[in-house]
Each structure stands twice: as C-alpha cells, then as structure tokens.
C-alpha cells in the first residue's frame, strides 16, 4: 500500500498485529526483500516494511542523507500512530537503524542488526561510490545489480539456489536511477557509528550470514562487543542477504529473540 506522509508517499507492507516490528532494507534494494519475514511473522508483532526514500514506490528526499531517512522514519511512524517501534534493517538498513537510534532512542523498543556495520566508509570505498553514481547514470541499474550480484550472496547460496540470486539481482536491476544515485551519496556521506555502540541501551540481536563477504562476520563481532548484553547469531552457508538466503533460520533467531526480550501484553 501507500501511506502518504509530512514528507511524500512512501510504499508500505505490513503484517501480523502487536508489537511494531520496523523492517529497513539494504542497498539498492525495497520493501520487497522482507516478503519471506512478512510471510511469517512472530506472534504477538506486527511486522511493516517500507521503501527507504527513492526506493520502490518512496518518493526521494531533497537531502539524501541517512540522519534525514532517520527523521524521515520518525515521520512514517507519527503518520501511523506508532509511539515506538523494534528498529530491524539490513546493511544500509542497519546503518540507518543506528542513525536512527542516535537522532530519536526514545522510539526504539530493540535493535536487530544484520549484516551491517558500525564504521563509516573509506576513502577507497567512497571512490568507488561515485565511480559507481557516475556509472549508473551513464548505464543504468542492471550494471549496478551487475557489479553488486557477486558479494550480494553467499557462495553457498550461489551454487545450490540460483533463484534466490536471480530474486535479488531482479530487485536491485529495478530500483531507479536517481534512488541508486541517492542511496550512493548517503552511504559514502554517513557518519562513522562505531562510538554510538556504547550508547546503546536497548535490547540488541546482531546476525551475519558466514559468508558474508560484503559486510563480513567480523564486522558483526565489532558491533556485537561494543553493545552491552547484545546477541551474536551467526549464520553458516549464507551470505549478505542473510534474510532472503535462510529465511527460516532467520525467522526463528528474530522469534526467539522477540519473545525473550519484548512483552506483547502491554500493547
Ligand atoms: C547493502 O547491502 O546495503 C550495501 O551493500 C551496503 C554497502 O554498500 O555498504
């Protein structure tokens, strides 16, 4: 569906009821990639998935940055009524769940960080970044969805379940052209959150698919050790999109986690 916002449309799924459970994608990617969490998810949560802004059926922001999408979350869940929320996204996602946690900690219930990390980009990487902008513009996504494919999934996936591949690279050949050009800017400009770890006071599951080679396992290690009481869950033979890659193991580590860190009798 679409909600309409202070700050545009945004696309929406949502399922389950109780506890709001805030799904926030990966680069370049949408709201789709939740389907297999959506299909299924914890009792006693109400699980909502948007498009990031620019993404899927999210009109753009005029500030691509991951401090305005943290705002502009605090904006979706104002528009629906929702006071507080466990904040769960994925790479990029992750990066903006901790944006998010920063800019209002007053609006998260819990964390769930998968496959992500808590330092900004390199000097290296921000270059290729805007290689990459360029490139996009002058080819369009498919080369983006191209150059991303390898270390999107994991080797395991890759060679045992070729529509999983074919699923992920078909979302990400999908998204604009001015969505990958803003998602670029707003990954290669976010801060570095490696000091907001320790701030973290809420209840935190950290999951990483082994394989993972674009955002690796000792990345998760990193953020796992700098937020007190958190959880680690690692993931054997899966990659980056740990989500649509193990969607059962994935399911169940995020249930068990709901179920002992978040009472559902109190909404
Ligand atoms: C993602 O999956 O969100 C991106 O690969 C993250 C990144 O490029 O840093």
Not at 236 to 247: D, L, T
């Amino acid at each position: 569906m679409i909600v309409h916002t202070a700050l545009g449309a945004v696309g929406l799924d949502e399922s389950g009821r109780g506890v709001p459970v805030l799904w926030l994608h990966g680069f370049p990617h949408d709201r789709s990639v939740w389907a297999p969490q959506l299909a299924s998810p914890a009792p006693g949560f109400r699980y909502l998935a948007p498009d990031l802004p620019g993404f899927g059926e999210s009109v753009q922001l005029p500030d691509p940055s991951l401090d305005a999408w943290a705002d502009w979350i605090a904006t979706l869940l104002d528009t629906l009524a929702i006071d507080r929320a466990v904040i769960a996204g994925l790479s990029m996602g992750g990066y903006l769940a901790l944006a998010f946690w920063r800019r209002h900690p007053g609006r998260v219930l819990a964390l769930v960080l998968a496959d992500t990390r808590a330092g900004a980009d390199s000097e290296e990487t921000r270059s290729k970044r805007r290689e990459r902008q360029g490139l996009v513009r002058a080819e369009g996504p498919g080369v983006i969805a191209d150059l991303m494919i390898p270390g999107m999934v994991g080797q395991t996936t890759r060679a045992e379940r070729p529509a999983v591949v074919a699923t992920i690279h078909a979302v990400m050949q999908r998204a604009s052209v001015a969505g990958i050009v803003d998602g670029l800017q707003a990954l290669m400009d976010r801060d570095d959150s490696t000091a907001t770890l320790a701030t973290v006071t809420v209840p935190t599951l950290v999951l990483c698919g082994e394989e993972d080679v674009l955002t690796p396992v000792a990345d998760s290690q990193l953020i796992a050790a700098g937020i007190a009481g958190s959880r680690l869950a690692l993931m054997p033979g899966v990659g980056h999109v740990s989500n649509i890659e193990a969607p059962e193991v994935f399911n169940a580590l995020l249930s068990d986690f709901l179920a002992a860190t978040i009472r559902t009798d109190k909404t």
